[in-house]
T-cell receptor, first 113, second 116 residues
Framework: EDQVTQSPEALRLQEGESSSLNCSYT??????LFWYRQDPGKGPEFLFT???AGEEKEKERLKATLTKKESFLHITAPKPEDSATYLC??????????????FGSGTRLQVQP | GAVVSQHPSRVICKSGTSVKIECRSL??????MFWYRQFPKQSLMLMAT?????????EQGVEKDKFLINHASLTLSTLTVTSAHPEDSSFYIC????????????FGSGTQLSVL
């Protein structure tokens, strides 16, 4: 059974204080690892997809990395508008059109001015 | 980018009534759509996989007679919560994958259901 564990559950940072969020996973053959941002009362917003160990992707202040066991979401010099819940999800190999994602419980990030 | 539209965004209903939630892919076709449920401060739990033109596949523990799913076209899936009870109160989110790119999974904005 695919499993995704995210840590920490909650993180409070000062504006400009860089940090990293962790996503550990076990999956029967990784098709892709996804990062999403979710604001309260909204659906998840796509951030990144990573496919193989060693891959990295960046978007503004966010950088996602992937190893064979975990992924990190690095936040550099965060701003208050980065406050949200960040969700990690995995998709196993198979019929990619019909396989759903397995989500972690998320990390609630709060960035204080 | 691809957009998934979900309506209504919020609904309050009396116990025993039925509620229908619509999920539309606006600028792409989706053979498969997924319905998730999310409780406060918890992650998304997959309820069912909706397949265009065929029966939905439900996850273990999800009552198919209570949560009716219809995927009538490549751009529309509906979830009907029948005879709703207070314990059905939750945040329901649909998602769809673009057939062409078959990569990103796009999510609707969610529906907050409150059953009185």
């Amino acid at each position: 059974e695919d499993q995704v564990t995210q840590s920490p559950e909650a993180l409070r940072l000062q504006e400009g204080e860089s940090s990293s969020l962790n996503c550990s996973y076990t999956v029967s053959g990784l098709r892709g690892l996804f990062w999403y941002r979710q604001d309260p009362g909204k659906g998840p917003e796509f951030l990144f997809t990573l496919y193989s160990a060693g891959e990295e992707k960046e978007k503004e202040r966010l950088k996602a990395t992937l190893t064979k066991k975990e992924s990190f979401l690095h936040i550099t010099a965060p701003k208050p508008e980065d406050s949200a819940t960040y969700l990690c999800a995995v998709q196993a190999k198979g019929d990619t059109g019909r396989r759903a994602l397995t989500f972690g419980s998320g990390t609630r990030l709060q960035v204080q001015p | 980018g691809a957009v998934v539209s979900q309506h209504p965004s919020r609904v309050i209903c009396k116990s025993g009534t039925s509620v229908k939630i619509e999920c539309r892919s606006l600028d792409f076709q989706a053979t498969t759509m997924f319905w998730y449920r999310q409780f406060p401060k918890q992650s998304l739990m997959l309820m069912a996989t909706s397949n265009e033109g065929s029966k939905a596949t439900y996850e273990q523990g999800v009552e198919k007679d209570k949560f009716l799913i219809n995927h009538a076209s490549l751009t529309l899936s509906t979830l009907t919560v029948t005879s709703a009870h207070p314990e059905d109160s939750s945040f329901y989110i649909c998602s769809a994958r673009d057939l062409v790119t078959n990569e990103k999974l796009f999510f609707g904005s969610g529906t907050q259901l409150s059953v009185l």
